[in-house]
Nanobody
Framework: VQLQASGGGLVQAGGSLRLACATS????????MGWFRQAPGKEREFVIA????????RYADAVKGRFTISRDNAKNTVYLQMNSLEPEDTAVYYC??????????????????WGQGTQVTVSS
């Protein structure tokens, strides 16, 4: 299973970015796809996730109303649209794949496969 994240960059506060996570080697219909982020000196934290088969989503409170997650079945790709970015959103963003559970998981330990991370920097 391979996950390839892309789309990070430098943006001013209030701006937008879209991250993409291309996947291969896994049946996504049986997967939950998540995005996590890790800022320097901090633990990796949950951002957002989508259950691939139903489209059910779960968001961290910090990103509600600003970030959305979507998927493209044909491309086996999940997207993270980030709007109204804030300096506090600065981090390395990772995509991850895990099993489907009754409740969309938010712990990194519940995800089996990880992409390499992409840097997002928001300037004030």
């Amino acid at each position: 299973v391979q996950l390839q994240a892309s789309g990070g960059g430098l943006v001013q506060a209030g701006g937008s970015l879209r991250l993409a996570c291309a996947t291969s080697g896994r049946t996504l219909s049986s997967s939950t796809m998540g995005w996590f982020r890790q800022a320097p000196g901090k633990e990796r934290e949950f951002v957002i996730a989508i259950r691939w088969n139903t489209g059910s989503t779960r968001y961290a409170d910090a990103v509600k109303g600003r970030f959305t997650i979507s998927r493209d079945n044909a491309k086996n790709t999940v997207y993270l649209q980030m709007n109204s970015l804030e300096p506090e959103d600065t981090a390395v963003y990772y995509c991850a794949a895990g099993p489907i559970r009754a409740v969309v998981p938010t712990s990194p330990r519940e995800y089996d496969y990880w992409g390499q991370g992409t840097q997002v920097t928001v300037s004030s």
